[in-house]
């Protein structure tokens, strides 16, 4: 057993200092689209991705893609479903 908890104190340090910062995102729209991007780069990072190179490939092809296929763009389904 571990005698301190710090591991899970760091990994959620990063939500408790961004629940502040949300207050004073500068709208109501840019404070519900910033937990949005955290929740992406923790999916990046989760599923081993490089965030450059998704964002990338995401922008490049947004517009064009379908609304009904929009889960391929997701960092979770983009091995699979990126032309390789």
Do not use: C
């Not at 990063?14 to 629940?19: D, E, F, N, S, V």
């Not at 937990?35 to 998704?54: R, T, V």
């Not at 995401?58 to 699979?80: A, C, G, T």
């Amino acid at each position: 057993m571990e005698i301190d908890n710090n591991l899970v104190e760091n990994s959620v340090r990063r939500l408790a200092i961004g629940r502040k910062a949300y207050l004073f995102a500068g709208s109501h729209q840019a404070g519900k689209m910033t937990p949005a991007m955290y929740s992406f780069m923790a999916s990046y990072k989760k599923n081993k991705i490089n965030e450059f190179d998704w964002l990338k490939y995401v922008f490049e092809r947004i517009q064009s893609h379908k609304q009904k296929d929009l889960y391929q763009l997701l960092p979770s389904n983009w091995e699979e479903y990126r032309p390789k």
